[in-house]
C-alpha cells in the first residue's frame, strides 16, 4: 500500500516562512492535496491539486510537488497558523484507496 | 450551504456493533462520492471507507469485512455499520465529501471538500 511521511513537528518563528514535506514514491506523479486541523474542530482542505487554494484560505499558503516530495509552505507564519498539518493522496491504482500522511505539527514560536 | 452532520456515536463494549448516520443538506449524496475517515484520540487521520455515486464501495483492510458503508437517498444520509469492534476502534468519526474526476480511463476520488464535525465511538468495557 502506498505511504505518506510527513516530520512529525515544525517550529518557526512569526513573520517567517514553514514547509511542511510529505514523501512519497514518485509522489509527483499524483495529485496531493493538504488540510489543516486545529485541536477540537474538523480538518479543513487549504491546499488541493498540489498548489491549488480554495476560496478563503490566505495567499501564505501554497503548494509544490516534484518527484519523491511535496512541500506545503507558508510565509509569513501567523500565530493562528499553529495546527497539525496533513498531505494527502487517493490510491485508486490499488483497492481505491485513501492515504493520509501521519501529520505534522507546526509551531509557531 | 453544504452541511454534514453525524451522529450515533457513544461507548460500546468489545464485539458489539453500532451504525453511525451523516445526513447531509446543500447537496445530494447520491451523486457524490462520500467517505469516512476516523482519527484516534492523539493520532492522525485514517481513511475508513468510501462509497462512490454508482455505488461502489471501499474499505481499509483494517476495518475491511467488519465495517459497511451505505446510504439512503430518500434521506439523503450516509451510513457506517460497525460490526465486532475492537479497543482500536476507537476515535472520532467524521463523513466527508470527496470530489472526483474524469480522464479517459474513468472517474477517480479526489480530495475532501466538506467534513461534519465528527462524532465519537468509545470501545470499551
Known amino acids: 500500500s502506498y505511504v505518506l511521511t510527513q516530520p512529525p513537528s515544525v517550529s518557526v518563528a512569526p513573520g517567517k516562512t514553514a514547509r511542511i514535506t510529505c514523501g512519497g514514491n514518485?509522489?509527483?506523479?499524483?495529485?496531493v492535496h493538504w488540510y489543516q486541523q486545529k485541536p477540537g474542530q474538523a480538518p479543513v482542505l487549504v491546499i488541493y491539486?498540489?498548489?491549488d487554494r480554495p476560496s478563503g484560505i490566505p495567499e501564505r499558503f501554497s503548494g509544490s510537488n516534484s518527484g519523491n516530495t511535496a512541500t506545503l509552505t507558508i510565509s509569513r507564519v501567523e500565530a493562528g497558523d499553529e495546527a497539525d498539518y496533513y498531505c494527502?493522496?487517493?490510491?485508486?491504482?490499488?483497492?481505491?484507496?485513501?492515504?493520509f500522511g501521519g501529520g505534522t505539527k507546526l509551531t509557531v514560536l | 450551504e453544504v452541511q454534514l452532520v453525524e451522529t450515533g456515536g457513544g461507548l460500546i463494549q468489545p464485539g458489539g456493533s453500532l451504525r453511525l448516520s451523516c445526513a447531509a443538506s446543500?447537496?445530494?449524496?447520491?451523486?457524490?462520492?462520500m467517505s469516512w475517515v476516523r482519527q484516534a484520540p492523539g493520532k492522525g487521520l485514517e481513511w475508513v471507507s468510501v462509497?462512490?455515486?454508482?455505488?461502489?464501495?471501499y474499505y481499509a483492510d483494517s476495518v475491511k469485512g467488519r465495517f459497511t458503508i451505505s446510504r439512503d437517498n430518500s434521506k439523503n444520509t450516509l451510513y457506517l455499520q460497525m460490526n465486532s469492534l475492537r479497543a482500536e476502534d476507537t476515535a472520532v468519526y467524521y463523513c466527508a465529501r470527496v470530489t472526483y474526476y474524469y480522464d479517459s480511463s474513468g472517474y477517480y476520488p479526489n480530495y475532501f471538500d466538506y467534513w461534519g464535525q465528527g462524532t465519537l465511538v468509545t470501545v470499551s468495557s
Open positions: 446543500g447537496f445530494t449524496v447520491s451523486s457524490n462520492y
Open positions: 494527502q493522496v487517493w490510491d485508486s491504482s490499488s483497492d481505491h484507496r485513501g492515504v
Open positions: 462509497i462512490y455515486s454508482g455505488g461502489s464501495t
Open positions: 491539486y498540489d498548489s
Open positions: 514518485n509522489i509527483g506523479s499524483k495529485s
